[in-house]
């Protein structure tokens, strides 16, 4: 039995939503709920017009971007 990398899973996966549409619909609507989940998260922390570019700064602070 050939021992699967990460790499091995990441392209199974992909084939699967490649071949399940309704696994991609699912996949895309979890994704989008999470994208308008963040967005309100900070639109509540920062209550300025740029909570973006506040946000930014907190992510940076924090390591989760660069």
Same mark, same amino acid.
């Given at each position: 039995m050939k021992i699967k990398k990460d790499l091995d899973y990441v %392209? =199974?996966?992909? %084939?699967? =939503? +490649? /071949? /399940? /549409? /309704? =696994?991609? +619909?699912?996949? +895309?609507?979890?994704? %989008?709920?999470? =994208? +308008?989940s963040s967005s309100s998260l900070f639109k509540k922390t920062f209550k300025t017009k740029n909570f973006k570019v506040n946000a930014r700064k907190y992510l940076r602070g924090i390591g989760l971007i660069q």
């Open positions: %392209e =199974l996966y992909a %084939e699967k =939503l +490649k /071949n /399940n /549409n /309704n =696994l991609f +619909k699912q996949q +895309k609507g979890i994704i %989008e709920s999470q =994208l +308008k």
